[in-house]
């Protein structure tokens, strides 16, 4: 059964098992399963597709035999395709009691036997999640403009809008800053929303780091055919690099008096913003100590020899990021 995006907010969600969320709008994606978790009582289980797949009939057999899920389990599968379309057929057949699972999918076409299978069965829900619009953004930030009780005019709003790029999640991130700042100012002004804000464009800079940091080779490469990003970027792209590598750095020595790393994480200064916390967690893991001072230097040289040779720059990033990740990981 096909749910539209708006009407989601119209049902008690709790109240049915299946759910197929899918689509570009990771920000709505996870507004709902923050609603949804906020509210279910009992145990939440996260899987991605690809654990489950490893132990298919591991997993099977305990959902069937009823030993791992017991009274009342919530069962999210992110990164999900066609692949799992089977292993969730299977478990809706059987009617499985006290287990409602979700899955979460990126864009998937209208051919996509996941998809077709959640749309035309009568007992799941099938909601594609789309960009946002600009209305929508427009009212999201006011509604939280509203509750943390934060002055801007009219002019801000559309300006932290525009630059969204159709995104909640960016909105929400910039109105995060903004708030920590309103805890100093009264009033903030549109230059002050500039220099804080990140630029649209600056968010692919951030997700290609990001995505280096994360070791994830897939999306560096998406990311660079994706944009068409010039020398005049280089700078910008090695000082996010270098930042977010000291952030790193910064965080695992501290993790060696403070073993609590979500303690670190939570109370880091300048503040980790909950978008930014599981790739942080990510990165942390993917790299040794020994490993990130190397890259501190490693990107220091590279910044060297791009001031050297700017009109080189952007060859030398994309050569860079694409060849030190593949020796990092042999």
């Known amino acids: 059964m096909i749910l539209k995006s708006y009407e989601i907010q119209n049902i008690e969600i709790l109240n049915h098992k ?121 009212t999201i930030a006011k509604k939280i403009i509203r509750e943390k009780n934060i002055n801007l005019s009219q002019q801000n709003i559309n300006f932290l809008v525009e630059r969204a790029r159709g995104d909640r999640n960016n909105l929400k991130n910039e109105l995060e800053k903004i708030e920590l700042l309103s805890q100093t100012r009264k009033k903030i002004n549109f230059e002050e929303i500039i220099k804080l804000s990140n630029l649209a464009e600056n968010y692919s800079f951030s997700d290609l780091v990001d995505s280096f940091l994360c070791k994830n080779r897939k999306n560096i490469i998406r990311i660079l055919n994706e944009n068409n990003f010039n020398n005049e970027d280089c700078i910008l792209i090695l000082k996010i690099f270098l930042s977010k590598i000291k952030r790193l750095i910064n965080i695992k020595k501290q993790n060696i008096k403070n073993k609590n790393l979500e303690d670190i994480i939570n109370h880091y200064k300048p503040p980790i913003f909950w978008k930014e916390k599981e790739l942080v967690r990510l990165q942390i893991k993917g790299w040794t100590a020994i490993q990130t001072q190397s890259l501190l230097i490693k990107v220091n040289n590279l910044e060297l020899q791009i001031k050297k040779l700017p009109h080189l720059g952007i060859i030398a990033i994309k050569n860079f990021l694409l060849n030190y990740l593949e020796k990092a990981n042999n």
């Open 18 to 138: 299946y759910y197929l969320l899918y689509g570009e709008n990771e920000g709505y994606k996870k507004d709902i399963l923050n609603k949804i978790k906020l509210k279910f009582e009992g145990d939440i289980f996260s899987y991605e597709e690809s654990e489950i797949l490893k132990e298919k009939d591991k997993f099977l057999e305990e959902c069937l035999n009823n030993s791992l899920f017991q009274n009342n389990k919530l069962i999210i599968i992110s990164k999900s395709s066609d692949k799992i379309q089977n292993v969730a057929e299977e478990i809706i057949k059987r009617e499985i009691k006290d287990i409602k699972i979700i899955l979460i999918a990126e864009k998937l076409e209208k051919k996509s036997k996941l998809r077709v299978f959640f749309e035309k069965n009568l007992n799941t829900f099938s909601v594609p999640l789309y960009e946002d619009n600009f209305q929508t953004l427009n």
